[in-house]
């Protein structure tokens, strides 16, 4: 059900869930109505049909991160800070 608030000024959501780098799902914060991305690049109401093909998709996605190494996000190091000031491409 549609509160007052966002009859007035509009649902505001909120990212509920990532499904990939470019899908994703919303909730309003007033009235939980849910949205999710379409495969156009817009926005639609989060209807069964789109659950279950986010789900794939999120299952495909999550496949293909853990394979590559890289479902958790990595914070790289740089062991050697002179090595990299120092750097200097060779052209010969
Ligand atoms: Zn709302």
């Known amino acids: 059900m549609k509160s007052i608030y966002c ?3 509009g649902h505001q959501y909120e990212v509920s869930k990532k499904i990939t780098y470019h899908v994703k799902e919303y909730k309003c ?4 109505t849910q949205m999710t991305t379409n495969g156009k690049g817009g926005i639609s109401p989060l ?5 279950e093909i986010n789900s ?11 394979r590559l190494g890289l479902k ?3 914070t790289f190091h740089v062991k050697n800070e002179k090595n990299l ?4 491409p060779h052209f010969s």
């Open 7 to 9: 009859s007035f000024f």
């Open 29 to 32: 914060t007033h009235c939980s």
């Open 47 to 51: 209807t069964p049909k789109f659950k």
């Open 56 to 66: 794939v998709l999120e299952r495909i996605h999550n496949k293909r991160m853990s």
């Open 72 to 74: 958790k996000e990595k």
């Open 85 to 88: 000031i120092n750097f200097t």
